[in-house]
């Protein structure tokens, strides 16, 4: 065979060259880092609150989720969900929802580490902040496993006041193994537990539940229960345990419903469906209907409500933990993608309105982080008298502003990433439909603004608590002296009529939630980034939008300080 050289360059056996499909200018994946060491507000707010011991299994944790295994994993968990298999090919009722195991090897290591219950199971001083930086590292890459974590963390307590129950679940709960098998939970090695509070006919007014739970006769104690209605959210359907409410004789109780019964046979769980969600794909939320199945009553008879709150407390923390992990999440690569992606002859982090918008969302992210982990130390174990009123408002607080703030903040992220941060190969467009959830979970914006209004009317002294915890920078910054006089000014007016409080409330709580995170900001933060947040919320300048900031801001020194991947 003879070839003839032609002025391409073709020569035998040589491939020919497509200088149309070199990749240039694109950015290198951001995998391979520590993802606790790498994040400076994260491992400072650690140590300031207590934690520090922790530090060598952070970054441990830092490191399983910063690899590329562990993100891979995360992006099949969501872009393979759980499917709900109802029956067997024999025509069985089994109500079994099946996962990818990368779902499985992702919610296994957080098991591992403890990101559930290690709290509870060794409650020495930081604990809690340990347990919630844990949580929030292992939520920044793949958060729909939080769900089941967060709710098997918050039962605790409550079972913790009813030894008789928690006698039976505590030890499972309390374990590091994960153990996903549908079988008695007395002989599996990990336990965890999900929750159903919610019917379609009430939603957040869970006092309009029907689902009734009728006494069986031959227990002398009067504690089991047989129920039968329908619960239109039922989270995490694969748990081994639910905590749910019903209407007793006595009134909305709390009950403990099995998966599986002692003896191994499978309580009448019907899982009808599950939910087709916006985002958080990897976790299944279902309705389920109960039909005679077997319960177990939870604290007091009529107080249902009581009894489940605190659940719901620890769960509306882990909102804000997960919602600043998301932020975490969203900067990191909007920081990466500008400090790799170059144009007008420039690196993206090197032109000034970028900059400028990388910056807030850092300092947004440095606020929500201080905030949580702030939160956390408010909820160890022997907390005193005045943090336990401290969190009893600060929470609501954090939880309706810091949710509410993570759609937007996920938003102006993905835009630094312009065309790719719209598609799904890059993981911001799944955290911008991830986001929204933690805002409506565990009580949307008007549930959590009246819920201010409520604990400040029934404890005063939580009220007391906060502006105590705002005391402690009073002077260090005359613009937050003059919004905090403002907010409760104008607090104390609204109250003097119970419409005009309402009417009010998201005002009000966007104002003490501003404060609170300035104040922490101004205690905590580099004096320049404190300065900096404080201006772009509360000063005379400040905008509605991300890139805002004050004439002088050392944005670069901002963004360095979160790029952190030196």
């Not at 491939?15 to 990749?23: L, Q």
């Not at 559930?116 to 890459?141: C, E, N, Y």
């Not at 209907?289 to 319960?295: I, K, L, N, P, S």
């Amino acid at each position: 065979m003879t070839v003839t050289a032609h002025s391409t360059g073709l020569r035998s056996g040589a491939p020919a060259s497509h200088p149309t499909h070199e990749v240039t200018n694109q950015v290198p994946p951001r995998t391979g880092l520590d993802e606790y060491g790498t994040n400076p507000p994260l491992s400072e707010a650690v140590r300031a609150f207590g934690a520090a011991w922790h530090e060598p299994e952070l970054h441990e944790i830092g490191s399983l989720v910063g690899s590329e295994p562990f993100q891979k994993n995360a992006e099949l968990a969501h872009t393979s969900p759980p499917m709900l298999r109802t029956h067997d090919r024999y025509g069985n009722r089994v109500d079994e929802v099946e996962f990818h195991p990368a779902y499985h090897e992702v919610i296994g290591a957080a098991v591992g580490y403890g990101t559930h219950t290690a709290a509870w199971a060794d409650p020495k001083p930081g604990a809690a902040v340990a347990r919630a930086a844990s949580f929030m590292l292992f939520a920044q890459i793949e958060p729909g496993h939080a769900c089941p974590m967060s709710m098997s963390h918050a039962v605790v307590p409550v079972l913790q006041r009813d030894g008789e129950v928690g006698r039976d679940w505590l030890p499972g709960l309390l374990s590091r193994s994960y153990d996903p098998r549908l079988i008695a939970p007395g002989s599996k090695s990990g336990l965890t537990f999900g929750m159903g509070m919610t019917e379609k006919q009430g939603g957040s007014d869970v006092r309009a539940n029907t689902t009734r739970a009728v006494p069986v006769a031959s227990d002398p104690d009067g504690r089991t229960h047989l129920l039968t209605g329908h619960k239109w959210f039922f989270s995490a359907p694969q748990s081994d345990a639910f905590l749910v409410l019903a209407q007793a004789p006595a009134g909305l109780t709390c009950f403990l419903v099995p998966r599986v019964l002692a003896d191994g046979t499978r309580n009448t769980v019907r899982i009808q469906r599950l939910k087709n969600k916006l985002g958080n794909k990897s976790n299944a939320s279902s309705e389920v209907e109960f039909d005679g199945t077997w319960a177990v009553r939870v604290g007091e008879p009529g107080r249902g409500v009581p009894t489940i709150i605190e659940m719901v407390n620890h769960t509306r923390l882990d909102c804000v933990l997960g919602t600043t992990a998301g932020m975490r999440q969203s900067v990191s690569e909007a920081i990466w993608h500008a400090q790799h992606r170059s144009a007008f002859d420039a690196r993206l982090v090197e032109q000034p309105a970028m900059t400028a918008v990388l910056a807030d969302l850092a300092l947004e992210t440095e606020a929500a982080t201080w905030t949580s982990l702030r939160l956390a130390r408010a909820y160890e174990t022997g907390s005193s008298e005045s943090e336990t009123m401290f969190r009893r408002l600060a929470t609501a607080v954090s939880k309706y502003w810091i949710c509410k703030r993570g759609p937007h903040h996920a938003y102006e992220a993905l835009e630094c990433l312009g065309g790719n941060g719209y598609t799904e190969d890059w993981p911001l467009a799944r955290r911008y439909r991830e986001q929204p959830v933690m805002a409506v979970w565990e009580g949307s914006g008007n549930v959590i603004a009246l819920d201010v209004l409520r604990g400040i009317a029934r404890t005063p002294q939580s009220l007391d608590a906060f502006w105590a915890e705002l005391e402690t920078t009073a002077g260090a910054s005359a613009v937050l002296d003059a919004h905090v006089r403002r907010v409760r000014q104008e607090l104390v007016a609204d109250l003097r009529d119970p419409l005009a409080a309402e009417f009010r409330a998201r005002a009000t709580v966007e104002g003490m939630a501003l404060a609170l995170q300035s104040s922490l900001m101004l205690r905590h933060a580099p004096v320049p980034m404190a300065e900096a947040f404080v201006a772009a919320r509360l000063g005379a300048d400040r905008g509605h939008q991300y890139g805002i900031l004050p004439r002088g801001t050392d944005t670069t020194a901002i963004v360095e300080r979160h790029f952190g991947a030196r």
